[in-house]
């Protein structure tokens, strides 16, 4: 089952790069980890393995790391991936509204996939955009701020149509080089 997923040639010239940028290699896993999920399009039990294995640290220490941040994917997701921010500004201003509206009109709970593998809902912490409350952040990328019912038809519709939501605000300098 660790075998299922493998790191090419060309892979493990690029991890060597990101690795050969920091001081120590374990600095290294959180780039890593972007790298075999943006190859993979998740980091689960068997992808932790591989990168273990890869950069000759501990299995627990990886999953340790991809556990704490839910911008990595324990399991496969869907297409579009919509992380709700239920925290506390976000809650005052409606955030679970917005999440259980979410969930009749894609008639999934928080935590599960659409059975056509368009979209996975998640309910996740404080995104850093509380001033912009009640947002969202789609797959790791954009943010979509002060939501309305209104505003997520449009988004949901979009994403559907295969067209990126607009930037609204700081995205999290994550994994992405998007040219836009
Ligand atoms: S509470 Fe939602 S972004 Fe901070």
Not at 45 to 50: D, E, T, V, Y
């Amino acid at each position: 089952m660790s075998d299922t997923y493998t790191f090419d040639a060309k892979d493990l010239k690029e991890i060597e790069k990101i690795i050969d940028k920091y001081p120590e290699k374990q600095a290294a896993v959180l780039p890593v980890l972007w790298y075999a999920q943006d190859k993979f399009g998740h980091t689960d039990p068997s992808i932790q393995k591989l990168v273990a294995r890869t950069m000759d640290i501990p299995e627990a220490h990886i999953h340790g790391v991809v556990t704490f941040y839910t911008q990595f994917y324990e399991k496969p997701k869907g297409k579009h991936v919509l992380d709700v921010c239920t925290c506390l500004s976000c809650q005052v201003c409606g955030g679970y509204d917005i999440l259980h509206y979410l969930e009749e009109k894609l008639g999934i709970k928080a935590g599960e996939t659409t059975s056509d593998g368009q979209f996975s809902l998640q309910s996740v912490e404080c995104l850093g955009a509380c001033g912009y409350a009640p947002m969202l952040q789609v797959t790791n990328d954009k943010y979509v701020n002060f939501l309305t019912r209104e505003k997520v038809d449009q988004l949901v519709e979009d994403l559907k149509a295969g067209k990126k939501p607009a930037f609204e605000s700081i995205t999290m300098p994550q994994h992405k080089n998007d040219s836009e």
